[in-house]
Nanobody, 121 residues
Framework: QVQLVESGGGLVQPGGSLRLSCAAS????????MAWYRQAPGKQRELVAV???????NYADSVKGRFTISRDNAKNTVYLQMNSLKPEDTAVYYC???????????????WGQGTLVTVSS
């Protein structure tokens, strides 16, 4: 089993910054992709940023130039640095990992519990 523990959410004023962290633990053999999604009230969950094999990154157009995703392979942790935050960034942010566990030959998708980010003055 693999568990994801997220941290770093909270209340921030417009223009401010936050850094989210998501640490994966358990019987991990390898991790392919690590990503952040978000879901605002009344809206569908959307992809914010993804990092694949620790190298390739992709971002939603709405966050390009403001958010940066990074990964610490030694710690199995993914980060999301969020700068110049806007009220429309308010959402629950979810960590998503595609991971292969010990003794298995396929990658499975694991979700974190979510962390709330509120951007408001």
């Amino acid at each position: 089993q693999v568990q994801l523990v997220e941290s770093g959410g909270g209340l921030v004023q417009p223009g401010g910054s936050l850094r989210l962290s998501c640490a994966a633990s358990g019987s991990i053999f390898s991790i392919n992709s690590m990503a952040w999604y978000r879901q605002a009230p009344g809206k569908q969950r959307e992809l914010v940023a993804v990092i694949i094999s620790g190298i390739s990154t992709n971002y939603a157009d709405s966050v390009k130039g403001r958010f940066t995703i990074s990964r610490d392979n030694a710690k199995n942790t993914v980060y999301l640095q969020m700068n110049s935050l806007k009220p429309e960034d308010t959402a629950v942010y979810y960590c998503n990992v595609h991971v292969r566990t010990m003794g298995d030959y396929k990658y499975v998708e694991v979700w974190g519990q979510g962390t709330l980010v509120t951007v408001s003055s």
